[in-house]
């Protein structure tokens, strides 16, 4: 998996931002963990958890995905539901 497997067609201009800087984080591991993540999701999310995703994606690499990994616990305002959403989310195909 490289990109998007998603269509921006049909979703509003905040969900398509947040879909571009998902897939855009600069360290792949990044792009393919929220990116994934966003191609799967960015439609069903409430405004709330849009909210939690732009707060989720000020937070730089390095720390995101340290947390992701368990290394490292993000501050409780930007550790809510959403990023335990993300943490679980499987980033493997199902299918390799």
């Excluded at 501050?75 to 980033?91: E, M, Q, S, Y």
Aim: negative net charge.
């Amino acid at each position: 998996m490289t990109g998007t497997t998603r269509s921006s067609d049909g979703l509003d201009d905040r969900r398509k931002r947040l879909l571009f800087r998902c897939w855009h984080r600069g360290t792949r591991e990044m792009d393919l963990i929220l990116g994934r993540f966003a191609d799967a999701e960015i439609g069903n999310l409430s405004e709330a958890e849009l909210t939690q995703l732009e707060t989720l994606l000020e937070v730089n690499d390095p720390d995101l995905y340290a947390a992701i990994t368990g290394d490292k616990l993000l501050p409780a305002d930007v550790a809510g539901a959403l990023f335990a959403r993300i943490k679980a989310f499987p980033v493997a195909d199902s299918n390799v």
